[in-house]
């Protein structure tokens, strides 16, 4: 499902072992495009069958750690720090990715989370460049509803 709705892409074959190599068509995580990147998670979400989604954040927050580490990217979730959990931080070469989710919350609230609790603040003299994003969903839609970034 996630090949087939343009999320992954096959990047080759090892006929030897019968292996796949997969990765992103675009790599929106590891330049740092997060529009583009939450776009095509919208489109990802909006093929999934009504009858998969559960009206639970947790829900969503399985989905995007099953799909960042099928790719390969060092993801963990729940990730505690000396003022809470996170539920989802992604790290690549270039850049760390601090997410909070809500579902039918704002995305405003997930981003004040992340900086009340300062969330961010492990990983503030890494070298990366970190992004801190909030994220709502909607139960409604079962979909993203609205994303907020700061750099």
């Known amino acids: 499902m996630i090949y087939q709705s343009g999320y992954l892409t096959i990047k080759g074959y090892d006929e030897r072992f019968g292996i796949y190599r ?11 495009d997060y529009d583009s990147f939450f776009r095509r998670l919208q489109s990802f979400f909006a093929d ?3 009858e998969m989604v559960r009206e639970l ?3 969503y927050q399985n989905v995007l750690f099953i799909v960042f580490k099928l790719v ?27 997410m909070e989710f809500k579902l039918d919350g704002t995305a405003e609230e997930a981003l004040r989370q992340i900086n009340e609790k ?26 993203i509803e609205k994303w907020i970034v700061e750099e």
Do not use: C, M, W
């Open 22 to 32: 997969l990765g992103f068509p675009n790599r929106e995580v590891e330049v740092g």
């Open 72 to 98: 390969g990217f060092y993801v963990k979730v729940e990730y505690h720090t000396v003022r809470g959990r996170v539920d989802l931080v992604l790290q690549t070469d270039r850049f760390i990715y601090v």
């Open 57 to 59: 954040e947790l829900h």
């Open 118 to 143: 300062r969330y961010a603040q492990p990983f503030e003299l890494d070298g990366r460049k970190l992004f801190k994003v909030g994220v709502n969903f909607s139960a409604e839609t079962r979909n």
């Open 48 to 50: 999934t069958p009504y």
